[in-house]
T-cell receptor, first 111, second 114 residues
Framework: SQQGEEDPQALSIQEGENATMNCSYK?????LQWYRQNSGRGLVHLIL?????REKHSGRLRVTLDTSKKSSSLLITASRAADTASYFC???????????FGKGITLSVRP | SAVISQKPSRDICQRGTSLTIQCQVD?????MFWYRQQPGQSLTLIAT?????????ESGFVIDKFPISRPNLTFSTLTVSNMSPEDSSIYLC???????????FGDGTRLSIL
């Protein structure tokens, strides 16, 4: 079963608007990671937030983590057409920290 | 962060044949993994590539179908054997220093089987 579940599944916004994506997970975690995948390409690591962190920033990205609710959010501010991609949350499990991915969110940013 | 080179980037193969995908990391890493991403789907872990020993496979994946090698800390291969159209997917390699370190991915191999 999926460890991470994102919502919404698809999001379409206008350039300049903010995009908020949510992820829920089921078991306790050491960290949660967000990735971006442009069409047909590999995954790009965006942010890793540790279980003892509540918020983290990287440029136009802001990630929050609420371990009591087992949820995380990714906020992209002032979106650009180049932000159009699929976004995945993933959590490591097991001794080897293998990642379990959510189903992903398809973000479309209209110019 | 580690840079991961994966090749080939894409291939079209005949059913019944096998293809080996290579993954090279530019630095020594603790963990290497192979994932499959079927069309329109999320990523599913195939196996953890263990250096110098047999890979650890996830449920639903077997060594005869997906043999994996990892001869050293920077290189791994995945072979997709006796391919069928159902094996048409993107195959991705990732690497991590382990612990609370992120995984970094190659660009993937887009495989189509006719």
């Amino acid at each position: 079963s999926q460890q991470g579940e994102e919502d919404p599944q698809a999001l379409s916004i206008q350039e300049g608007e903010n995009a908020t994506m949510n992820c829920s997970y089921k078991t306790s975690i050491n960290n949660l990671q967000w990735y971006r995948q442009n069409s047909g390409r590999g995954l790009v690591h965006l942010i890793l937030i540790r279980s003892n962190e509540r918020e983290k920033h990287s440029g136009r990205l802001r990630v929050t983590l609420d371990t009591s609710k087992k949820s995380s959010s990714l906020l992209i501010t002032a979106s650009r057409a180049a932000d159009t991609a699929s976004y995945f949350c993933a959590t490591p499990t097991g001794a080897n920290s293998k990642l379990t991915f959510g189903k992903g969110i398809t973000l479309s940013v209209r110019p | 962060s580690a840079v991961i080179s994966q090749k080939p980037s894409r291939d079209i193969c005949q059913r019944g044949t096998s293809l080996t995908i290579q993954c090279q990391v530019d630095s020594q890493v603790t963990m290497m993994f192979w994932y499959r991403q079927q069309p329109g789907q999320s990523l599913t872990l195939i196996a953890t590539a263990n250096q110098g020993s047999e890979a650890t496979y996830e449920s639903g994946f077997v060594i005869d179908k997906f043999p994996i090698s990892r001869p050293n800390l920077t290189f791994s291969t995945l072979t997709v054997s006796n391919m069928s159209p159902e094996d048409s997917s993107i195959y991705l390699c990732s690497a991590s220093a382990g612990g609370n370190q992120p995984q970094h991915f190659g660009d993937g191999t887009r495989l189509s089987i006719l």
